[in-house]
């Protein structure tokens, strides 16, 4: 028995000792890994003078731009010139270049980049603490940060920071030598402007996080830009009212306000790339939003004027569309609004295009969209089902054409045409000019008639309820003549009489015929309901409907029944 315990005592002293050598293996590998999370290097600016290391805040991606910001700002250039990596620069010339580097990056920084103080790590190792963007591993160490991505006309470059670990010193984190070499190109695109050496030094302090001349710069051109625009608005309206082609005029007349946008954030972007060099939270505020304004404005500019073109077209090879037009006339003319639907389409997938590739989001953008791809599908088609049904059904519509504009159609009881069919919905026209709109996935959803299909024509009937002594035939002999006589029927022979009914009211009489199209048809059928109605009452008036009273009485002896019938009306 006491060596069955001594044998659970030592199994359970030999565990322990094994758990704590597991645990204390796995923080030594995590400390080695984290040591390692850095670039090896020799001295780091010899050519620069000696600075005492408490002076320097280097440790961590979040010191180091915060003190290089704080030295710049103090106009301290050569110590901040501690916080670039001049390994390709020579150390005899580093004393110069640094700080008139650092001077420069300065400069770019506070017009160009808006700091993300957030994705900045207080950690030397930069850990995450949580996964700050999509597409980066949550809780690994790093050596090497992302800050921005400058574009020129030419080119991309970046400014980034990286830990360096010198001989026989601490890691520290400083602007990479890459970044360092970009400086220059970066400065000539995006350094002072050229007007900007005469504003006043008073001028050039901070306030509220912009310097003070931005906020008299800013309303002053927000000023002159709406002027510009109202002067585009007023040439725009001069020409349309001096041209003579009623296209090119209705073009220019709805072309004016995304002309005066286009101007207006033309000549914003203008000032901000040429003549004065804004700070980075104005940057980052105006440039995207002037991009967004120069796409929008070019964009409807074609849409508006194109639009104007195909109704030119559309009124010179068709005219004004209704169903007395032909079958290919009516499919033209909705060809015609499916064009500009895909045109649309594709004005907004190009405007989508350029506007991520101006502003650089392509990739940020993209990697959002694959890593939730699931959540986004799931939101997007909860709340954009009734609008892409919409779309899609419209798309139908365009391209089967089981109704085109122009056709008239019997839905729901209204009789109407189509007027027009837009990406969401149908505008119908009824013959008494009422407009019932019609959301594009409940009209093909519903059955209707559509009188148009193959032809305009329609067989129209004339009901007429007469006595039972009517003649048919004689009724058949003048419905022909009148037909003959009506200047709108073209197909005579086409037409028929018959008696369809007979009850105790009457006999039903019912005049068929082919009428050129709905809306002509039915004037022409109320006419022959008219004439033939005049012909029974002038010509023989018996035959209108009577009724008939039989009155039956007996004698007073009861033996005979007599019955006498008289007729009313």
């Excluded at 082609?245 to 033309?266: D, H, N, Q, V």
């Excluded at 060099?277 to 194109?306: A, D, E, H, N, Y």
């Excluded at 015929?513 to 006419?527: E, F, H, K, N, V």
Aim: proline share 4%; net charge neutral.
């Amino acid at each position: 028995m006491m060596q069955h315990r001594f044998d659970i005592y030592r199994s359970l002293a030999f565990g322990a000792c094994a758990f704590v050598m597991l645990c204390l293996a796995a923080v030594a590998g995590r400390a080695q890994d984290t040591r390692g999370f850095w670039y090896e290097t020799g001295s780091i600016n010899q050519g620069l003078a000696a600075v005492e290391n408490d002076l320097l805040e280097r440790s961590t991606p979040r010191q180091t731009i915060r003190a290089f910001l704080a030295q710049t700002e103090a106009g301290e250039f050569e110590l901040a010139a501690h916080y670039l990596n001049l390994a390709r620069t020579d150390p005899a010339q580093q004393t110069t270049l640094g700080a008139e580097k650092a001077q420069k990056l300065k400069a770019i920084i506070d017009r160009q980049v808006w700091i993300d103080w957030s994705d900045l790590s207080a950690r030397p190792d930069a850990l995450r603490d949580v996964a700050a963007k999509s597409g980066s591993s949550p809780r690994t160490p790093r050596r090497d940060l992302h800050i921005a991505t400058l574009e020129t006309r030419d080119t991309a470059y970046d400014i980034r920071i990286a830990r360096y670990k010198p001989e026989g010193a601490p890691a520290v984190w400083l602007f990479s030598p890459q970044t360092v070499s970009n400086i220059d190109p970066l400065y000539r695109a995006f350094g002072p402007g050229r007007y900007e050496t005469l504003i006043p030094a008073v001028l050039k302090d901070s306030f509220l996080g912009l310097w003070i001349w931005e906020w008299l710069a800013l309303p002053t051109l927000g000023l002159a830009v709406l002027l510009l625009g109202w002067g585009v608005h007023a040439v725009v309206s001069s020409m349309a009212g001096r041209v003579e082609r009623p296209w090119l005029k209705r073009g220019l007349e709805r072309s004016r306000l995304p002309l005066c946008i286009l101007f207006m954030a033309g000549a914003g972007q203008t000032v901000l790339l040429q003549v004065f060099s804004f700070s980075g939270p104005v940057q980052t505020l105006l440039k995207p939003t002037l991009i967004i304004l120069m796409v929008w404005g070019v964009g409807m500019t074609i849409l508006r004027l194109f639009d104007a073109l195909l109704q030119r077209l559309t009124l010179r090879f068709v005219g004004e569309i209704d169903d007395k037009r032909g079958r290919d006339e009516r499919e033209f003319y909705t060809s015609i609004y499916a064009l500009r639907r895909l045109i649309v389409l594709v004005m907004v997938a190009v405007a989508l295009i350029v506007i991520l590739s101006q502003l650089n989001l392509f990739e940020s953008v993209g990697m959002t969209l694959l890593a939730s791809a699931g959540v986004l599908t799931v939101v997007f088609g909860i709340a954009g089902q009734a609008v892409l049904g919409n779309i899609l059904a419209s798309l139908q519509i365009a391209f089967a054409k089981p109704v085109r504009i122009g056709d008239a159609i019997l839905f729901e009881g209204d009789w109407a045409y189509v007027e027009s069919i837009f990406y969401t919905f149908l505008r119908l026209r009824t013959w008494d000019q009422r407009r019932i709109v019609v959301p594009v996935t409940y009209f093909v959803a519903r059955p209707f008639e559509n009188w148009s299909v193959a032809d305009a024509r329609i067989m129209r009937v004339v009901h007429l309820c007469l006595d039972p002594r009517a003649d048919v035939e004689c009724l058949r002999q003048t419905f022909a003549e009148l037909l003959r006589a009506d200047p709108d029927i073209d197909e005579v022979e086409g037409a028929c009489t018959f008696a369809t009914e007979q009850t105790a009211e009457g006999l039903t009489v019912s005049f068929y015929a082919m009428m050129p199209d709905p809306s002509t048809g039915w004037i022409i059928q109320s006419r022959l309901r008219e004439q033939l109605l005049a012909h029974v009452r002038d010509t023989h008036p018996d035959w209108l409907p009577r009724e008939r009273v039989m009155d039956v009485s007996q004698d007073a002896d009861g033996g005979r029944t007599r019955t006498a019938v008289r007729t009313a009306g």
